[in-house]
């Protein structure tokens, strides 16, 4: 009887907390937490007329700053301040018209995590695992299709669904430890609601909620809780620049300056310099920070600042919610300096030891390094982004691998990137990869050269910043046929019912796929408990017709990387390294675990070899 009463009158106190407020359709964010750093917070309620209506609240540790509305009625802001002596579990909002209270609601604040806002984000020690959630595993058959969401379920069709999701990747994160990997970064998982095309999940419908096709908040949760059991960090994909044109709000906005350019639509420049360009026309600034991406895809307006709390709080939501290691952050230059500054530094100011990573698509990394924090050559971008994809990288390691040595080009040119690691402010932070879900497959990249594949992938291993690779690239995956992002996105093998091979399990893959996952897997599991890779200096030596040395070294170990990519075997001399002084030592092969000798050391063409030196 007693546990029926409990539940009765949970459900009472459910139903009270909005019923009583039927003109309220919507509240972001739904709930939040006590103690955060930050003690303010805006509520946003949408409801027809609802800015008629006066807020008050019953509690003494609740302040009511102000309200705000805005040239639509149906929505109503208000900011609060929460006092660090309230240890209730909700508060009262009273709405009132005509001086008498209309009606109620219940606001729901709950406790943190323990050391919350300590947190440690991904790092250096970390590899990251990229997957597109729809093509990885189908782990729940019955999420499939929802009539009411559109964009069917098509195995056949690379622009439709195919049905991966959440608990796909739950049943596979015994293979994601295995592997070697300690973070995994989803494509976006937040709902979709568009007509086609949809599975990418970069145009979001509503920042609240988990796409159904994927799952539920639960199971992000659970992913979350098992990933982090396995040592696994969760990162979350978030977009601040644009949201689908389904979005709810596209259909009532909140102001009518939400979204940039509505009326006069145009699609960006994409002239990303223009935001530190000291000649750069006004109209050009304008036409990237306002311009869209699609027409599918409005642009928000990151200058309005009820939009830019209402963001911000969302991505701090989230990682309360899910207990996030991270967020890599889309389009991060294209919302503007100022809203990018905001955002980035409320993040870092809430969790000091939390990590976010930029996408700036740029090749050139004076550009790139701009937007990482510390960075004193562009004081006017404020920017407080910890982490920054290293494209320039990407670019410049493809090219060196494929193209003929001589003495400007090939290996020379990945020596004279690595060069510049000074307009970097943290070079370590940085997020290197061979590839990602927006370009072609690194093994296609590098016409499907398997020598060069491993050359590549052991660099991307041992130099300095943290390494992400994209799903399927261990099993060498590719895109032959053409350039198309569906089929640069293709399903992961043995991730449905019936798949006739399996990349899990090995069943049936090519003898070289299999040998390509054994490498990757010995690779990454060295690199997981080398903390010399993770923390250590580096020295490289100028390349030499192919031949390409560095070292990873603090006071008690050296690592050698070397790699020939030369068309003949190279001997290794000590002598030419006279700094690393390691000639009367001897090594152990990290990839065959067989012992090195320096005496006679000889690397085969097109071979990379790992020796660790203690």
């Known amino acids: 009887m007693k546990k029926y009463l409990i539940i009765v009158l949970a459900l009472i106190f459910s139903i009270n907390s909005f019923s009583q407020c039927d003109f309220i359709e919507r509240m972001e964010p739904p709930f939040w937490w006590k103690n955060m750093n930050k003690p303010e917070l805006q509520i946003m309620f949408y409801g027809e007329n609802i800015a008629e ?51 109620s609601i219940q606001y729901e604040l709950k406790d943190r995590r323990e050391k919350s806002a300590q947190r440690e984000g991904f790092n250096s020690s970390d590899v990251m695992y990229l997957i597109t959630p729809d093509r990885f595993a189908n782990g729940n058959l019955k999420n499939d299709h929802y009539e009411e969401l559109g964009d069917v379920l098509n195995r056949e069709d690379n622009q439709d669904r195919h049905g991966g ?49 994927y799952g539920t908040l639960e199971d992000y949760i659970l992913l979350s809780k098992e990933a982090k059991k396995r040592g696994i960090k969760l990162i979350m994909d978030q977009i601040m620049n644009h949201c689908g044109s389904e979005h709810w709000w596209m259909k009532d906005m909140p102001d009518k300056n939400w979204i940039n350019s509505k009326e006069e639509y145009q699609i960006t420049n994409h002239r990303r310099t223009v935001i530190n360009d000291p000649y750069a026309a006004q109209s050009d600034k304008d036409k990237f920070e306002k311009g869209w991406f699609v027409d599918a895809m409005p642009d928000l307006n990151g200058d309005h600042p009820l939009l830019r709390d209402n963001l911000i709080q969302n991505s701090i939501w989230w990682v309360e919610v899910a207990d996030l290691g991270g967020i890599r952050h889309d389009t991060h230059p294209y919302p503007g300096a100022a809203f990018m500054s905001a955002y980035t530094c409320s993040i870092m100011d809430e969790y000091p030891n939390f990590n976010i990573v930029g996408e700036e698509w740029s090749l050139n990394p004076i550009i790139v390094s701009k937007w990482q ?3 004193e050559q562009t004081k006017n971008l404020n920017s407080c982004l910890p982490s920054v994809m290293d494209f320039p990288l990407q670019d410049v390691l493809v090219k060196s691998l494929i193209q003929e040595e001589a003495w400007n080009t090939g290996l020379n040119n990945l020596y004279e990137l690595i060069a510049c690691d000074d ?192």
């Open 53 to 103: 209506y006066k807020v008050e609240i019953e509690n003494k540790n609740i302040d009511l700053l102000r309200t705000e509305l805005t040239n639509n009625s149906n929505y109503l802001f208000i900011y609060i301040t929460i006092d660090e002596k309230f240890s209730e579990d909700a508060f009262k909002i009273n709405f009132l018209k005509n001086n008498k209270i209309a009606s």
């Open 165 to 213: 999701d959440i608990q796909g990747v739950i049943d596979h994160l015994d293979y994601i430890q295995e592997m070697g990997f300690t973070a995994i970064w989803l494509n976006p998982v937040l709902i979709n609601r568009m007509p086609r095309t949809s599975y990418h999940g970069y145009a979001t419908t509503d920042y609240y909620k988990i796409d159904p096709r």
């Open 373 to 375: 924090r510390g960075n």
């Open 423 to 614: 307009v970097y402010p943290d070079p370590n932070n940085l997020v290197i990869f061979p590839d990602n879900h927006d370009m072609d497959r690194y093994y296609t990249q590098l016409n499907e050269d398997f020598e060069l594949y491993k050359i590549g992938l052991t660099y991307l291993a041992t130099t300095r910043g943290i390494p992400q690779i994209y799903y399927g690239t261990e099993i060498l995956m590719a895109n032959p046929l053409s350039h198309d992002h569906g089929e640069i996105r293709t399903d992961f093998p043995g991730g449905w019912p019936n798949d006739e091979v399996n990349g899990f399990t090995g069943n049936k893959l090519s003898p070289k796929a299999q040998e390509a996952q054994d490498f990757m897997k010995t690779l990454l599991n060295f690199r997981k408990d080398c903390p010399t890779i993770h923390t250590g200096n580096m020295m490289h030596y100028a390349p030499d017709n192919g031949l390409y040395v560095y070292f990873r070294y603090n006071e008690n170990q050296k690592i050698m990387v070397i790699i020939n990519k030369g068309t003949e075997a190279r001997k290794i001399n000590p002598l030419d390294y006279p700094e690393m002084d390691f000639s009367n030592k001897k090594g152990l092969d990290v990839l065959t675990n067989g012992t090195i000798s320096f005496e006679n050391l000889e690397i085969l063409a097109k071979e990379s070899v790992i020796i660790q030196i203690d």
